[in-house]
């Protein structure tokens, strides 16, 4: 079988890597390059602690366990475990977050200030915090250089800096991918195109509508290590590098972020969020680099994976794919090659489907 994957971000990736372990004939096109758009702006936080209801939250629990999955196969070390320390709510709200997630099953604990002094000397200690003990991070350029390294011994190919125009449909089935030079033949296609997904379905006449999402990371100068975890405090999300260099958005909440432009020019933003990251260690702080990507959210927020438009044509894209990313691989490309998903990967799926923004 022959199968094209439109976006060589992480989902696209790790989808063409499964893709090519089961058999198939893949061949990745992508307008850019690899991890360049969104997912080389990544956060990288894996976690379900952020979620928006119970079906979210568990499709992100297996999120986790995929990475390990994969991690583990690409005896990979683009993918750490130091866990997150998370006082973004206070009094009623941060007792509310801990008693959901204990219901739901995760795995936390409530730690004091004492408690959190010892796991991170270097951070002004809140009066309480929810451990995350088995949340991760991810440096999605090296997660993804590893899949295609990986895929490139199973015969999976890249093409760069060529842009998908739409799709050569015959008899209501895909039968290739129109690209500027003419049409390249395919049996099947998964759309993992970030923010180009919605006009490349238009183009097909469905409907797949989504937000404008800007994000904007920030990286520090490289500094003697400081921090142990992924932390979210009221106003900031931080994490620090294996290279040294502190990593945040420039969004408070930005997980929850719901800006849909950027309103003021990066450096602006990026010297308000680092004097938060400044306050929060009590140290002065310099930053490098700061990045503007287009985060891939469709309208209602959440994932959205499988078959639409015509026989043989696939949809793969969500925010956050850090956590989502190994996960949507595995089944779409279940899906994509018909081999049948279980019970339980249909139940974690079945919200997501793109039907439901056409009824």
């Not at 998908?164 to 129109?178: D, H, K, P």
């Not at 308000?272 to 310099?286: E, F, T």
Request: a negative charge.
């Amino acid at each position: 079988m022959k199968v094209i994957v439109i976006g060589a971000g992480i989902i696209g990736v790790l989808t063409a890597l499964r893709l090519a372990q089961a058999g198939a004939q893949v061949t990745i096109i992508e307008a850019g390059q690899p991890a360049a758009a969104a997912s080389g702006a990544s956060f990288g936080w894996i976690n379900a602690s952020f979620h928006v209801d119970s079906d979210h939250f568990n499709l992100r629990l297996a999120g986790i366990e995929a990475h390990r999955r994969l991690s583990s196969e690409l005896a990979s070390d683009a993918v750490r475990w130091p866990g997150c320390l998370c006082w973004e709510e206070e009094g009623e709200a941060f007792d509310a977050q801990h008693q959901a997630l204990t219901d739901l099953g995760y795995r936390l604990r409530i730690i004091d200030r004492a408690a959190f002094s010892e796991l991170e000397p270097s951070v002004a200690a809140p009066e309480r915090a929810l451990h995350f003990m088995d949340e991760g991070v991810v440096d999605l350029g090296q997660l993804a250089a590893h899949a295609l390294r990986a895929g490139a011994e199973l015969g999976l190919r890249l093409t760069t800096g060529v842009r998908a125009t739409g799709f050569e449909v015959q008899a209501g089935a895909l039968r290739g991918v129109r690209l500027p030079g003419g049409v390249m033949a395919a049996d099947r296609c998964v759309i993992a195109a970030g923010v180009a997904t919605q006009g490349l379905l238009e183009e097909v006449g469905v409907a797949l509508p989504m937000l404008d999402r800007p994000g904007l990371i920030l990286r520090s100068e490289p500094l003697p290590s400081l921090l142990r975890h992924v932390l979210v405090s009221p106003g900031q999300e931080v994490r620090q590098l294996p290279q040294g260099g502190l990593l945040a958005p420039t969004a408070a909440g930005h997980q929850a972020d719901a800006t849909d432009n950027v309103r003021e020019t990066p450096d602006k933003l990026a010297d308000q969020a680092m004097a938060r990251v400044a306050k929060l260690l009590n140290r002065p702080l310099r930053w490098e680099e700061v990045t503007l990507a287009a985060r891939p959210v469709p309208q209602d927020g959440l994932p959205v994976m499988g078959a639409c438009g015509p026989d043989g044509l696939y949809v793969s894209t969500m925010h956050s794919g850090a956590t989502l990313g190994p996960l949507a691989a595995e089944l779409v490309a279940t899906e994509v090659l018909e081999r049948g998903l279980t019970n339980t990967q249909s139940a974690l799926v079945a919200p997501y489907r793109p039907q439901r923004f056409t009824g």
